[in-house]
């Protein structure tokens, strides 16, 4: 298969719909990423909603996911933020985004994103980023994500974080909930 | 003596909102029951949508779990049935609900069914049960179950199954999605 971003494919899958396999390679790709410990990895994939893998026929080079954390994980990081009224416990976070080192920079990231936000619709969502980390921390690379508040230090890092979040009402409205139609 | 049935009352957890013990013990729960080998427990729970509790007296009694099946085995289902056009992979499946034996009749089935009816709302669900398993049968189709296609038998069971949905389209619609609002 060439390698080719016209070639590029990306899929979403629940994990139980993933082979060991797979799974396998998810955790190798985000552990190498450096961004999240690998055992954390292992622990929490179980637990996300969905996995999304890019790749070149079944040669997988950059990966994603979909998670519900804990409600009070959620809870936290918008009381860190600083806006504790815009907390919604139905907001999924986007997490272990990773490319292979040698595909970054050709597309990889946005075919990912891409089929993330297909997928998404207009569910809320949010994502944490490290604020040094200049090329994930951007908004204006991301613009359907607004900036949560101001930058925050948390238990749950060593580095300064920044709080982005999209489709979330300014105060997190109890009626609304997921419906099929 | 009072003809009153006890208050049962339904909680509802995510998997990852719930500690280890609580997880054990919804594992433990539907063990009793006897339907559902302890390796496939310990896989899928994890992976539920929501798991639900029925509670008297601060003590846990029944329980239930709505999850997305793995989808090759989901779509297996409806074919089996002999309606694969009504497969919907947004479908939830109804399952593992279990009553400790010696709090059958106090109402705990009917306390975790209303409050999945109330979770659910107009999401696709559906569930399986043995075909002879009459006190299942007719209470479901009498909370807005019907059933799909025929009885037939699986490769993951000796016993004769029926499939039962609830809010499907005859033909499985793919302009319909989870939305929040």
Known sequence: ?????????????????????MKEKFVQLVAAGGEAEEHRVRYSLPYSEVLIFTGFGN?????????????????????????????????????????????????????????????????????IRRVANKSVADLSKEQEYVHVGKDFFSPISKHKLRLMAANHDPVFDPSKKLRYS | MSDQKPDVKTILRRPIDCAPKLLQNFID????????????????????????????????IGVSCLRYPNANFHK??????????????LSLEACWLCVKPEYRG?????????????????????????A????????????????AGIDFYADTSDDKL???VKNHDPVFDPSKKMKYC
């Open chain 1, 1 to 21: 298969m060439t390698e080719n971003i016209e070639n590029l494919r990306t899929i979403v899958l629940r994990p139980q719909d993933c082979s060991e396999k």
């Open chain 1, 59 to 127: 040669t997988i080079i950059g990966v994603g996911a979909l998670l519900r954390p804990k409600t009070i994980y959620i809870q936290h990081l918008f009381e860190c933020a600083g806006e504790p009224q815009m907390s919604n416990p139905y907001s999924i976070e986007s997490c272990w985004l990773s490319v292979s080192e040698a595909y970054r920079g050709k597309g990889v990231w946005r075919h990912n994103n891409s089929a993330k936000l297909d997928y998404i619709g207009d569910r809320p969502y949010h994502t």
């Open chain 2, 29 to 60: 729960i539907v063990l009793i029951g006897g339907e559902v080998p302890v390796a496939n427990l310990r896989r899928g729970v994890p992976s539920a949508d929501m798991l639900f509790f029925a509670v008297l007296e601060k003590q846990i």
């Open chain 2, 76 to 89: 297996h289902l409806f074919e089996k049935a002999g309606v694969p056009e009504m497969y919907n992979p």
């Open chain 2, 106 to 130: 106090v109402g705990a089935w009917s306390s975790i069914f209303k409050a999945r009816t109330e979770y659910t709302e107009g999401r696709p669900t559906h569930a399986l049960h043995r």
């Open chain 2, 132 to 147: 002879d398993n009459k006190l299942v049968s007719d209470p479901v189709k009498n909370m807005g179950y019907s059933q």
């Open chain 2, 162 to 164: 029926c499939l039962i």
